[in-house]
């Protein structure tokens, strides 16, 4: 069997030992493990069979192995295959104190010391994460078994001194031969660190339960289960897997021990069931030769529960762990010789895929609510003509359960419109607030500008007044939204501007040139008001009648058009040289020239032209005109006042850019941004220590009872007593750990909570950074270019033309703006509208 299909693998682990045995040979290369044991050693044991030994494992660890090789060799696999909806097992098996609870929990000292348990749960959060296809559920459990008999550890009411007050599991076979464990509590884990919590709290409830009698870290199993369910979105059939992660007690025979009499019967007793779960081994492995025999696994609670693990559907992994210390060679011995036992059970993993009939009802369900909501509107029965607080608040409700659900194919399923508008509108009100929150504001105010607010008030007029606060932001909003409405106007006044320039020099030229083709006055001032109000609308519903010209001409022949042609290319180039230029720059005299690259291309189309028109050009231009107008918006928005940079200053890339910056008008919302997370990173150290100092009390609390017991339990021996004795101050400390416990519980989930902001925050400025990284080198280029143009065409005197359109909203300046504007237009009846447009914006700016 191929080692990717192999069920059950056997891992060796060599513990790092004070003085290593020198009959002991570790060689990792060939994945084997030698003992010598010389016929006259004096270590006290006896060995009258054998002197060598030699045992091959699918892989040895030696004793500097780190943990994280050892996650990546044992678990990592049996992760991604319970991914894929296989069922693991992974289990430590060896003598007291040989190094199980550090290879599946870990060592107390440092972060790189995380055993297997911990790195499991790491990894298979991250991988979820990655795995966008499937909608994933991780729940977690946690059981003892001491003496036979399970105990809940994650038992939410836990505060018992002894392990038997725990709340006890009972198992249960269905009839399709599953085991249940009732009384075994399963906690849902939305995170990583839930399920590390799970994890600590499991084992400090463990350890608190300990006495000297009943050594638990010795004498008792633990399992530690992660239960994966997995679904794909608009499937019926889910995954469901299993990953027992178990430490087991002490392997060692009792009678190497030294515990004699009542001792002894109890160590046997507690220990029965690595002896029933010998005996199935043995079983299993006489099943493999081909003999039809029955597997006890009935005969403990563990086998029971790790039935699946050993001969059944599982991907099954152990770890053997032996101390290299010469009085426990024997030990070490038969720890191999059980794991090579164990490497003969054959298992046979399958995906454990069902149809979920609950999944399908929940579907159909679904479905069918859906479609008589979709009825219901077509019908357009019961449509209502405004809503009231409950359908609000059942929107609301929705909008919210929809969110939260983790579910990919959770709807929202509504009949009416208005409640889908309503819908839409809570469910932009919550982006908004969160781009809010994290500083993206732009987006944010689109809320109060856009038309779903007054629409929304106008169909939900019940809905007005309801909350005054909003309503503050609101305005506040609304005075942002008049300014940038203000220079929006400016802008416009701008580009009419050069609008009209080109009307005029085009007519200029037909006078000059005796256009073959007239073109009409009364087009030209369509042409400047249309092509001026579809700037920045969409493009379209364009119609520019020197284009409509142009298009009639490429169906007659050439050469009667030619003249026409070049005036159409020239203005192709005043346009392109302009828009380029910026749209600020108001002396339009001499533009010829300005820039090669587009006077080029006019050229090339001008051939065109004269061989056979080519009408698309024509909307080239404007398509040109349009973006470099948006394009010269979008550059005067990202700073809050112009930058008058000289060309030095242009060519000091790193000082541009914090020139830049510190105009930059997100910058506000990064730097206070950045003072939000430095509040948060200090609120998270602060709860850190709160936790760390909980964590830390309850450890010395915990040592603290322990030697208490300790006491206790030699003073019982020394007073021939054999009842357990509990110290007075027991009680005292049990309750001190639950105090501990709860201020850890709190202040752990306030941390996880400041960790996700902290987090968002973080991503935020990333993408702001990258932005504002990404204007800079817009605004740079589209500076570099003007100046280019300026001083192609000698108008280095208009180099801050910036300064026109995102100055600010003066009036004085607008009047003179109009009175430019006014004084270039040569069409009395082209004036007279805009008279009467600048008298009615005047109007607006005095309410
Ligand atoms: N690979 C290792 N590297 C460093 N320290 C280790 C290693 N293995 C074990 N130890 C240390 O040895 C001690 C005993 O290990 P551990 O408690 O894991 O043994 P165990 O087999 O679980 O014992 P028990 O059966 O009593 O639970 C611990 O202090 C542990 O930190």
């Not at 008001?529 to 409509?548: D, G, M």
């Not at 996880?752 to 990404?774: F, G």
Request: charged share 30%; net charge neutral.
């Amino acid at each position: 069997m191929s080692k990717q299909n192999k069920a059950i693998e056997i891992f060796l682990r060599v513990r790092p030992a004070k003085k290593t045995y020198n009959g002991l040979t570790v060689d990792e290369e060939s994945n084997k493990l030698e003992f010598k044991i010389p016929k006259d050693q004096q270590s006290g044991y006896i060995n009258n069979t054998k002197e060598h030994y030699e045992f091959i494992f699918d892989k040895v660890f030696d004793q500097k192995t780190k943990q994280e090789k050892i996650f990546k060799n044992v678990a990592q696999d049996v992760c991604d295959q319970a991914l894929e909806g296989f069922n693991g097992t992974i289990f430590a098996y060896g003598q007291t104190g040989s190094g199980k609870t550090f290879t599946m929990t870990g060592g107390p000292d440092s972060y790189e010391d995380r055993g297997i348990i911990p790195r499991t749960l790491s990894y298979l959060f991250q991988e979820t994460k990655k795995k966008e296809d499937a909608f994933y559920q991780i729940s977690i459990s946690y059981i003892e078994i001491y003496n036979n008999s399970g105990y809940d550890l994650l038992d939410a009411n836990h505060s018992a001194k002894k392990l038997e007050d725990l709340t006890p599991v009972i198992p249960r076979e269905t009839e399709n031969e599953e085991i249940i464990l009732s009384g075994l509590s399963i906690h849902k884990a939305q995170a990583e660190e839930d399920a590390l919590n799970l994890l600590y709290i499991g084992d400090l409830n463990r350890a608190v339960c300990e006495t000297p009698k009943n050594d638990v870290s010795t004498r008792s199993h633990c399992i530690f289960t992660i239960m994966i369910e997995s679904r794909k979105p608009n499937s019926d059939v889910k995954t469901m897997s299993r990953i027992h992660l178990v430490d087991l007690s002490g392997s060692e025979r009792i009678k190497n021990t030294g515990v004699e009499g009542k001792l002894e019967k109890e160590a046997r007793g507690i220990n029965l069931s690595l002896h029933f779960l010998e005996h199935c081994i043995v079983c299993l492995n006489k099943r493999a030769q081909g003999e039809n025999i029955h597997v006890p696994y009935r005969n403990s609670l563990m086998t029971l529960i790790l039935r699946d693990s050993l001969g059944g559907n599982c991907k099954t992994r152990m770890v053997a762990t032996v101390s290299a210390e010469e009085p426990d060679a024997l030990e070490s011995i038969a720890t191999c010789k059980f794991a090579q036992r164990v490497a003969l059970v054959k298992n046979y993993a399958v995906r454990n895929e069902s149809v979920d009939p609950a999944v399908i009802i929940e579907r159909l369900k679904r479905e069918n609510a859906a479609l008589k909501a979709e009825l219901n509107m077509l019908k357009g029965e019961n449509a209502k003509d405004k809503l009231d607080s409950d359908d609000i608040e059942t929107c609301r409700t929705k909008v919210e359960e929809f969110l939260a659900s983790r579910d990919p194919s959770h709807q929202i399923i509504l009949s009416d419109k208005l409640m889908i508008d309503e819908c839409f509108y809570q469910l932009k009100h919550k982006y908004n607030a969160l781009l809010k929150k994290v500083g993206n504001s732009d987006n944010a105010d689109e809320e109060n500008s856009s038309q779903v607010q007054q629409q929304k008030s106008q169909n939900n007029p019940t809905k007005q007044n309801q909350n005054p606060q909003k309503e503050d932001v609101d305005n506040s909003h609304l005075s942002e939204e008049i300014k940038r409405l203000k220079l929006l106007v400016l802008q416009r006044d701008n580009e009419i501007m050069i609008l009209l320039n080109l009307i005029n020099k085009n007519k200029d030229n037909k006078n000059g040139q005796q256009l073959s083709i007239p073109v009409q006055r009364e087009s030209q001032n369509e042409m400047a008001s249309e092509l001026a109000s579809s700037i920045v609308q969409e493009p379209k519903e364009i119609k520019f009648p020197q284009y409509e010209q142009l298009k009639q001409a490429s169906q007659t022949p050439a050469h009667k058009y030619q003249q026409s042609v070049s005036s159409q290319n020239e203005f192709q180039s005043q346009v392109s040289t302009q828009l380029r230029g910026g749209v600020a720059s108001m002396d339009y005299s001499s533009q010829k020239g300005a820039f090669t690259d587009l006077n080029q291309s006019s050229a090339q189309k001008s051939n065109t032209y004269q061989t056979g028109l080519d009408v698309t050009d024509a909307q080239s231009i404007v398509t040109q005109a349009r973006q470099a107008l948006i394009q010269n918006k979008e550059i005067n928005d990202m700073l809050l006042a112009p930058l008058n940079l000289t060309n030095e200053q242009l060519m000091d890339r790193a000082n541009c850019l914090e020139l830049f910056r510190r105009s930059y008008r997100r910058n506000q919302v990064m730097e206070d941004n950045k003072l939000v997370l430095k509040d948060k990173f200090e609120l998270a150290r602060k709860m850190g220590q709160i936790v760390n100092a909980a964590r830390s009390k309850i450890d010395q609390l915990k040592q603290k009872i322990q030697d208490l017991r300790k006491e206790m339990a030699l003073k019982g021996l020394s007073d021939g007593n054999e009842e357990e004795l509990v110290h007075p101050q027991e009680g005292e400390i049990l309750s001190q750990i639950e105090e501990q416990k709860k201020i850890y519980k709190e202040n752990f989930n306030q941390l996880k909570d400041i960790k996700a902001e902290i987090e968002s925050i973080q991503k935020m400025l990333e993408k702001n950074k990258d932005r504002m990284q990404k204007d800079f080198e817009k605004w740079l280029d589209a500076m570099m270019q003007q100046r280019q143009a300026l001083t192609d065409n000698g108008q280095q005197q208009n180099a801050l033309t910036q300064s026109n359109i995102s100055s600010n909203n003066n009036q004085s300046m607008m009047s003179q703006q109009m009175q430019q504007t006014l004084s270039k237009v040569r069409d009395k009846e082209v004036e007279k509208k805009l008279q009467s447009f600048y008298k009615a914006r005047d109007e607006i700016y005095k309410n």
